[in-house]
């Protein structure tokens, strides 16, 4: 009996398996026929973000929950496909779904203290699409069991592609290909052998191991892939040395995952596209393709920065953006310090915050987010020079100033700051009314304001056009003469209190011709003309244009812009001109597709000269034009000159106390308009007008994107004509005596009698006209 002593253990221990085995398979059994289908594998459709394009059809926004884009796996390269297999699962091509080896040897790293998980790609697969992360015995089982299904009706490749494109990696990233994008501002197929283990390393810990985070404990789990890359003979021991020691160079500004800036446009599509599509539009894949052109849109960026930049340096600097306290002595308390002050500023446009560290009238040292240091000295000080020779405390410069570093030539630096005055510049075609450019702001992360379509603010002088144009429709010519001397107007014809207008310049000049008159923006000319047509006339006429005549109230106020408009009203209204008097309306959408590549909608503009509504006679348009030319010529944007061309017109604006400053103009196949001024506002400063602070934005776009463009001739239109003209009366030189050439409607040229000027007019009496102007 004694020689029996095992058998009663050793039944017991059989029956302890088999009941264990009889609960696991019945287990088996009634979990197996509640696993769920396979359908969302098989016809994988994720959540992919609403997508802008350019006209190029280059990315330049997205929007959604997640952030995806789907790669095939011929498309991803193979150094990408290694690391993720020695991050996740080396024995991936070997195993039915799990990996006992690996099972294996993560129980015996657990042993050792090490921490080490067995789960395969295929189990992740599981996990992603149809488990939660909850630790259960029945969860485990259940992935273990969806592993085996997956894998008997996928392929090996189905199911790593499943993974590359699903798989969560921090930053709303989910896939590698839209992590490469996030991470290093680089297409999948471009990254190296370093950083793809960098995201390799990432599903185990997304938030942990987030090298914008935490870069150390990022660095740690990429340095675990190399080696594991190295070990199983993928990468050679140099390509090991080489990556381990490569910087990684982060998308620390998540802006430059698109093709260009065009912030302001990819908000506008996104709006529009969701009151049509609502919620579903950011998760199916929804296409948009703009009007808006690659080298429009970053050439009115940068002369907006440009103006923007100039105007704020002729204003001086304000001082630092604030203080921190910092420790004396270098180390993690200094870095920490430098870390918590810098924390919630961003990068605005490229000026980087920093950390003044050291300073002295000749040279600043700062620090910047990620510890880089810099050394600011010569011309980078000029700005600050006065902050940093004493005098008030609240603008010096010293240990623990918080500043603004701007990247030059060559890796220079130099000190400026933020500006606080906004501007905008809006471009398009005004045949169709195509949007090419929209800079609707400095910086769109700074300020989401978007002041092309939502600011309305007084457009000052550059509204005289359709004043003048609406004075030509009453029988008024450019030749006609009127009296530039000052005037009171009673409160009763304002709409408000006594008005005494005066020029800017507060200079009077006497009678002068309206083509003068225009040239030099003076006020009392506008007023006397508006006074002359009724300001309910012009009201009426405006509209002709697109504007809203509840926005320009029929008084006097009128003929100097005193109403409200945006740029891209102004720059619609004056493609009028530009296009020979047809009005278009502005669009920027092109077209609309889902994610098959179908057709949602798709732009039909009304084209000048087809279907679009004349609003305008060609005569009228074309005298306009001819006006707007001598503002350039030798009116108040004569600056223009310096483009070396003849096609282009426009006018200046500027409203009272300098609060706004405009410029509006155009070339045949392109118009423009530039605006500068405080979102709260307030005076841009003495002489601040519009042909100093905003021409010098409209015509750094202008002289980049017309480069190469043919000039444009200007022809009469039928009906016009040419006539030798007295410069001081306007009257018809007999003889051609006089070389003073101008330009008539057939039925307004001028006789030779004192009334010549009106002789035509069937509209108002002559000396009704006469005394209102006079």
Do not use: C
């Not at 259960?136 to 490749?157: C, G, H, Y």
């Not at 600011?376 to 020779?389: I, P, Q, T, W």
């Not at 009257?731 to 039925?747: N, W």
């Amino acid at each position: 009996m004694t020689s029996r002593w095992w058998f009663y253990p050793a039944l017991i221990a059989v029956s302890l398996a088999l009941v264990s085995a009889g609960v696991g398979a019945l287990t088996v059994v009634l979990l197996w026929p509640n696993l769920p289908g396979l359908d969302v594998l098989t016809n994988y459709r994720p959540k992919i973000p609403l997508r802008v394009y350019s006209a190029e059809g280059e990315l330049i926004g997205e929007f959604g929950e997640e952030k995806r884009a789907l790669v095939r796996l011929d498309e991803v390269p193979q150094v990408m496909k290694q690391a993720i297999l020695a991050a996740e699962d080396d024995r991936f091509y070997q195993h039915g779904g799990v990996d006992y080896v690996g099972v294996a040897r993560a129980a015996l790293a657990n042993l050792q203290g090490r921490r080490e998980g067995a789960s395969t790609i295929t189990m992740q697969v599981a996990r992603t699409f149809f488990l939660t992360r909850e630790k259960t015995f029945a969860r485990k089982l259940s992935e273990v069991l969806l592993a085996f299904k997956i894998e008997a009706n996928l392929s090996k490749d189905q199911i790593l592609e499943l993974y590359i494109n699903q798989i969560f990696l921090g930053q709303r990233a989910y896939g590698f290909a839209a992590a490469s994008s996030i991470y290093f501002g680089k297409d999948l197929r471009n990254i190296t052998a370093a950083e793809a283990a960098m995201l390799a390393g990432l599903p185990q810990a997304p938030s942990r191991q987030n090298p914008m985070v935490n870069p150390k404990r990022a660095q740690q789990r990429q340095q675990y892939v190399l080696r594991r890359m190295a070990e199983l003979g993928w990468i050679s021991a140099e390509q090991y040395k080489k990556s381990v020691a490569e910087p990684l160079r982060l998308n620390t500004d998540q802006r430059d995952t698109f093709a260009f800036r065009a912030d302001y446009v990819a908000e506008m599509a996104r709006s529009a596209v969701f009151e049509q599509y609502g919620e579903p539009a950011y998760v199916s894949g929804i296409k948009v393709y703009t009007t808006v052109r690659r080298r429009d849109q970053e050439e009115a960026n940068a002369a907006l920065r440009l103006g923007v930049n100039e105007y704020d340096r002729r204003h001086g600097y304000r001082g630092p953006e604030g203080r921190a306290d910092l420790p004396e002595q270098p180390g993690a308390e200094l870095d920490d310090a430098i870390e918590e002050a810098l924390q919630d500023r961003e990068v605005v446009a490229d000026l980087v915050p920093a950390v003044v560290i050291k300073a002295s009238a000749n040279e600043v040292t700062a620090v910047m987010r990620r510890g880089d240091v810099v050394k600011v000295s010569g011309d980078g000080l000029k700005f600050v020079a006065r902050s940093l020779a004493g005098g008030n405390p609240d603008r010096a410069i010293r240990r623990g100033s918080i500043v603004r570093l701007q990247p030059g030539e060559k890796g220079a630096w130099s000190l400026s700051q933020v500006p606080k005055v906004e501007a905008a510049l809006v471009a398009l075609d005004p045949h169709n009314g195509a949007i090419h450019a929209v800079a609707g702001g400095y910086d769109y992360s700074a300020n989401k304001f978007n002041h092309v379509t939502q600011a309305w603010r007084q457009p000052g002088s550059s509204f005289k056009p359709f004043i003048y144009s609406a004075a030509l429709e009453k029988g008024f010519t450019a030749a006609t003469v009127l009296n530039d001397a000052p005037f009171v107007i009673e409160a009763a014809k304002t709409g408000g209190q006594l008005w005494e207008p005066k020029n800017y310049d507060g200079k009077y000049e006497g009678p002068m011709r309206i083509r003068q008159a225009i040239a030099k923006s003076k006020n009392m000319i506008s007023i006397r003309v508006l006074q002359a047509i009724g300001p309910g006339y012009a009201q009426d006429y405006i509209q002709r244009f697109g504007f809203d005549p509840k926005m320009h109230p029929a008084y006097l106020t009128m003929a100097l812009g005193a109403g409200s408009a945006t740029p891209l009203q102004m720059a619609t209204a004056y493609s009028t001109f530009a296009n020979g008097g047809y009005r278009i309306k502005p669009w920027f959408i092109s077209r609309i597709v889902d994610d098959r590549g179908e057709t949602l909608y798709a732009s039909k503009p009304e084209v000048a000269g087809e279907d679009a509504e004349r609003v305008l006679d060609p005569r009228n348009a074309f005298m306009m034009t001819s006006l707007m030319r001598d503002v350039v010529r030798y009116g108040t944007a004569t600056p223009v000159l310096r483009l070396g061309r003849n096609d282009l017109a426009g006018k200046t604006g500027t409203t009272n106390d300098h609060i706004d400053a405009w410029f509006a103009g155009f070339q045949q196949s392109l118009v423009a308009v530039a605006w500068i001024g405080f979102d709260t506002p307030s005076p841009l400063g003495p002489n601040e007008t519009g042909g100093v602070a905003a021409l010098p934005i409209w015509m750094a776009y202008m002289q980049k994107v017309l480069k190469g463009v043919p000039e444009a001739d200007l022809e009469p239109p039928s009906g016009i004509v040419s006539v030798n003209i007295n410069p001081v009366t306007g009257l018809r030189e007999p003889g051609g005596a006089s070389k003073t050439v101008e330009y008539f409607y057939t039925e307004t040229q001028p006789g030779s009698g004192e009334e010549g000027a009106f002789a035509r007019d069937t509209n108002r009496p002559p000396e009704e006209v006469k005394n209102q102007i006079f």
